[in-house]
């Protein structure tokens, strides 16, 4: 998960911004994605993770602040830096506590918008590091011991929490059967056992039924790999 740390995305409707945004943040190591109003902000915001988002206020869909109030209702917690020509106190006031992270007022230095990304980006890195494991749009909190997909909380018990959370931790790779036994039951003996097939397949339903797409996938004859799609 170390490439996610320098991803953000960028809202922002005024092409000249939004090609210097992209061009600046590109040059400077980071994977940026665009969305150009408040519908398709939402969108990328709910099914990618990024380590920081720029909002612009101004939409011609949808409000700015509307936007971030509804990522955060849906359990979207990446830091947001809104960049607004509405520079008042007021409006800076209004964008801090309807969920911003800081606040810059256009025009600004690309330095300082620069600095204020990294050290977003920082806080959101150690936030995930310490307390969050995510893939796609599924989010395990450790010390809550949660676990929601777009916002919606999934209720797992223990031992099918410990089972999600090892896949996870290993994203992308094929986890044997075996191993699941060994880190997860603490057991060493025959893997050719249903229990783990029991147990995934109880998970698979919680995590996956009636969402956009499958996280938890068979590997026939070997064991069971967690990856959402590129």
């Avoid at 991803?7 to 150009?36: F, H, K």
């Avoid at 395990?140 to 949660?146: E, I, K």
């Amino acid at each position: 998960m170390t490439g996610i740390r320098r991803r953000i995305l960028v809202v922002e409707d005024d092409p000249e911004t939004a090609g210097q945004l992209v061009e600046s943040l590109s040059t400077n190591g980071y994977q940026v994605d665009l969305a150009v109003n408040g519908n398709e902000a939402l969108s990328r915001g709910r099914s990618a993770e990024y380590a920081v988002m720029t909002i612009d206020r101004l939409l011609p869909d949808i409000d700015g602040l509307a936007v971030m109030q509804r990522l955060r209702e849906e359990g979207i917690v990446t830091p947001v830096l809104i960049v607004s020509a509405l520079g008042e106190i007021d409006d800076r006031v209004r964008g801090l506590r309807g969920g911003g992270d800081d606040y810059l007022v256009k025009p600004f230095a690309f330095a300082e918008l620069l600095a204020r990304v990294e050290a977003l980006a920082r806080r959101s890195a150690t936030m995930v590091k310490e307390t969050l494991l995510r893939v796609g749009d599924l989010e395990m909190d450790l010390v809550s011991r949660t676990v929601s997909r777009r916002g919606r909380e999934i209720k797992l018990l223990p031992r099918e929490f410990q089972l999600l959370e090892y896949l996870v931790r290993h994203e992308g790779r094929v986890v044997p059967r075996a191993m699941l036994l060994q880190h997860v039951w603490d057991l060493h003996f025959d893997p050719t056992t249903n229990t783990i097939d029991v147990y995934v397949g109880r998970v698979r339903r919680k995590v996956d039924d009636r969402q956009a797409y499958p996280l938890i996938h068979t590997i026939r004859g070997v064991g069971y790999c967690v990856r959402a799609p590129r």
